[in-house]
């Protein structure tokens, strides 16, 4: 049997910039465990090009080292390709939020997680994918949220000095101070139509996003569908309510929220959309996106993590 063929593609400013000297720590065991190709990135949108290039170059595994950015950012390569030529994948999450590790049961030690990535046995997983009006499309793992959630993930950008769950939960009190966006929404999920005046629509592939949010309680990356939340427009006094809600996963508790499952769902809206994919920003407060075409491809994927 061939050797197989490895790929790990480095986000070199993960970890606020401690990435290279984990990089360094990792690599004899990369070289312990059958060695292994490096390559980093040096623009945003590079891995992908790295992970699409790794697939046509014959790599049979590609290791995302990085956050939740850099894991998007390689799936989106890898789902470029035929699946024929779509390599295995692997992560070793190093970022702040780690949001998609945390869903597919990986080590949170990045020395384990790479030795999982290298020995462990791959299992399909569900993937999204989202289109816009204007022929943009996407590939996602993790979480699609918009309204208030593409608002925080904007926000929580802006402050580089903090770091993980408090990098979030600053960014979420922020919006509710100075933002109070009200999206009147027009969806067709599953051939149901239902419209609302929302503050935020999440819809999930895993449970969690911001390190310590629990947006869609009970997802699951390979059950073939997507979990969506919508909360209806609210008080502030409300919004702050409901923030240990969502951080126990508790929300669909109360008559404001709204929770489902959907295989696809559409959305039209008045207003323009701000989103983010996996905590990379999609459409921004500038953005001309009225309208969403969002769906899951079941069993798209093999990644390497224990069973659920």
């Known amino acids: 049997m061939a050797a197989k063929r490895t790929k790990l593609i480095l986000n ?5 910039g401690n990435a290279w000297r984990l990089a360094t720590d990792l690599r004899p065991i990369a070289d312990e465990l059958g060695g292994a190709d490096w390559a980093g990135t040096v623009y945003p949108t590079h891995a992908t090009e790295l992970a699409h290039q790794a697939g046509l170059d014959g790599y049979d595994l590609v290791i995302a080292v990085g956050g939740d950015g850099t894991v998007h950012e390689v799936i989106n390569g890898l789902m470029q390709l035929p699946a024929d030529k779509r390599p295995v ?23 384990l997680a790479l030795k999982q990535a290298l020995t462990g046995q791959a299992r399909k997983i569900d993937i999204g994918v989202i289109e816009d009006e204007h022929g943009r499309k996407e590939y996602w793992d993790n979480s699609v949220n918009i309204g208030f959630g593409g608002s925080v993930n904007i926000y929580s950008h802006s402050r580089p000095w903090l770091r993980g769950f408090l990098m979030y939960f600053v960014a979420v009190l922020e919006v509710m101070i100075s933002r109070y966006d009200v999206l009147p929404m027009k969806i067709v999920s599953d051939g149901e139509h239902w419209e609302d005046d929302l503050m935020m629509l999440a819809v999930c592939n895993g449970p969690r996003e911001g390190r310590g949010f629990v947006t869609a309680p009970g997802a699951k990356i390979d059950d073939g569908v997507l979990n969506f939340t919508a909360v209806q427009k609210v008080s502030r006094p409300m919004m702050f309510r409901l923030i240990p809600e969502f951080m126990r996963g508790s929300q669909g508790n109360f008559s404001q929220v709204r929770m489902g499952k959907v295989k696809q769902v559409e959305i039209r809206c008045a207003e323009p959309l701000t989103l983010h994919t996996d905590g990379e920003t999609f459409a921004g407060f500038a953005s001309n996106v009225h309208y969403l075409k969002i769906q899951v491809l079941p069993q798209a994927l093999e990644l390497i993590a224990p069973n659920s």
Not at 12 to 16: C, H, I, L, S, T
Not at 91 to 100: E, L, M, R, T
């Open 12 to 16: 070199p400013n993960a970890d606020m």
């Open 89 to 111: 994948f692997g992560v070793v999450p190093i970022g702040s939020g780690n949001d998609f590790a945390h869903a597919a049961g990986i080590e949170t030690r990045p020395d």
